[in-house]
């Protein structure tokens, strides 16, 4: 054989050396299918492979975070709103994520998304923006079911934005500030409330001891001379008088 020959000959080992190796990353692993079958799960590391004979499909078992595009929703009390979130979510069987479904990753955004639009088409709009721990569950706990038989772990799902019209932003508002003119008209109807009991509970003991009652206007007649005002007007009461009256008529 001439030296081109074993020149040839060497290029063609090399190249058929380099065809069947194969290099996995640590977060990567390869789904080997030998004519057509499934076989293994390798990785990581290095793999060999019989060219034309076993083919390998690369799966990644990283954290993938999908964005799950914004979705038009009616909500149970008729609100037209907007609403995105955001997936996380691994692959935690290579082979199933590879034989039981297409193109996974297509697959969970198309689940995620008709699962939001369910999901939260059975809330009302208050619960949307007041419970979204509650639906994030809801929608994670969902997801998880459904993608477990692709081999797929959904570890979290968040609802990022809940757009809603103008209209209804104003109509919010009002809402808003009626309850909270509610609530305060309460509390003050509370206090109205404990400070007449207090003043009954106040009257009862004055009446069950006189000294106590003219302490009380000595006390009031105190808090006037404090006053800068020249004329003082106060109402004494008959009783007192009569009380008065009579210790003069009776001298101890």
């Known amino acids: 054989m001439t030296l081109i020959a074993y020149i040839i000959v060497a290029a063609l080992l090399i190249l058929l050396a380099i065809s069947m190796i194969r290099i996995l990353r640590e977060y990567e692993r390869g789904v080997v299918f030998t004519l057509g079958r499934f076989t293994s799960v390798k990785g990581p590391g290095l793999i060999i492979l019989i060219p034309a004979i076993q083919q390998m499909v690369r799966v990644e078992l990283r954290t993938i975070v999908l964005d799950v595009p914004t979705q038009d929703i009616i909500s149970r009390?008729?609100?037209?709103?907007?609403?995105?979130?955001?997936?996380?979510?691994?692959?935690?069987?290579?082979?199933?994520?590879?034989?039981?479904?297409?193109?996974?990753?297509?697959?969970?955004?198309?689940?995620?998304?008709?699962?939001?639009?369910?999901?939260?088409g059975k809330h009302d709009l208050d619960e949307m923006l007041s419970e979204r721990d509650k639906l994030n569950a809801d929608l994670q706990e969902i997801l998880d079911r459904q993608t477990e038989d692709w081999g797929i772990k959904v570890a979290n799902v968040e609802i990022k934005h809940v757009d809603i019209d103008e209209s209804m932003v104003r109509a919010i508002a009002r809402q808003a500030e009626a309850e909270r003119n509610r609530r305060a008209r309460i509390i003050n109807a509370e206090g109205e409330e404990q400070a007449a009991e207090k003043l009954v509970e106040a009257a009862r003991v004055l009446g069950r001891t006189p000294e106590a009652m003219q302490l009380r206007y000595l006390s009031t007649l105190y808090d006037i001379a404090g006053d800068k005002s020249s004329t003082i007007v106060f109402p004494v009461p008959i009783d007192l008088l009569q009380r008065i009256f009579e210790r003069s008529d009776n001298p101890q």
Not at 111 to 116: G, R, S, Y
């Open 77 to 120: 009390d008729n609100v037209s709103v907007k609403v995105n979130a955001v997936l996380y979510f691994r692959v935690v069987d290579a082979d199933r994520a590879v034989i039981q479904v297409e193109h996974y990753m297509e697959a969970t955004s198309q689940l995620a998304q008709t699962t939001l639009r369910s999901v939260l």
